[in-house]
């Protein structure tokens, strides 16, 4: 059985219960959970499974599921897809990340060398995690903003703007 997501409006207060599957059909808000990655200066730009669409992400991500909390979901999200449990800080919630309707709270994590040779990846979730600069994910998104997922592109420029760095912002589909 599918599991079950909150329904959430605007305002992110739960209004019902769907699976992803309906909340998808019918583009109802629901929360999804992201985590940016880091090691030393480097993002973990995940690239998503080929049987999904191939596509350039968070680090980790993926919904929230119904009663659960945002944190909590995103340190699931963290065991399942890359075998690690650390504490998460909060960056924000990102307001309209995606055309999915998807109600974002984004979390990050700093790593060592040691924790990233150690990380065990959920090849049925992504191929890899690349190590870019916030730089180098910024000229790769400006130079090819299809290859990324619409709700990385908007959590990046949201990144960016509250982190208060100097690199250019990405365009969205």
């Not at 919904?63 to 998460?88: C, N, P, T």
Request: overall charge negative; some cysteine; proline content about 3%.
């Amino acid at each position: 059985m599918e599991n079950l997501l909150d329904i959430v409006n605007e305002q992110d207060e739960v209004i019902g219960r769907a699976t992803a599957q309906e909340i998808h059909a019918k583009l109802l808000h629901h929360r999804v959970a992201a985590v940016f990655v880091f090691c030393g200066d480097k993002l973990l730009v995940q690239q998503r499974a080929r049987v999904k669409d191939g596509l350039l992400d968070h680090s980790v991500g993926g919904h929230v599921d119904a009663g659960e909390f945002y944190e909590k979901a995103a340190a699931r999200e963290m065991q399942e897809e890359i075998g690690l449990e650390v504490s998460l800080q909060f960056v924000g919630r990102v307001p309209g990340a995606d055309r999915r309707n998807h109600v974002l709270s984004l979390f990050e994590v700093e790593i060592d060398n040691v924790q990233f040779e150690s990380l065990e990846i959920d090849m049925r979730e992504m191929e890899e995690l690349i190590p870019m600069t916030l730089e180098e994910v910024s000229q790769k998104m400006n130079e090819n903003p299809a290859a990324f997922t619409d709700g990385f592109l908007s959590t990046f420029n949201f990144y960016v703007t509250k982190k208060g760095l100097s690199i250019p912002l990405v365009p969205r589909k």
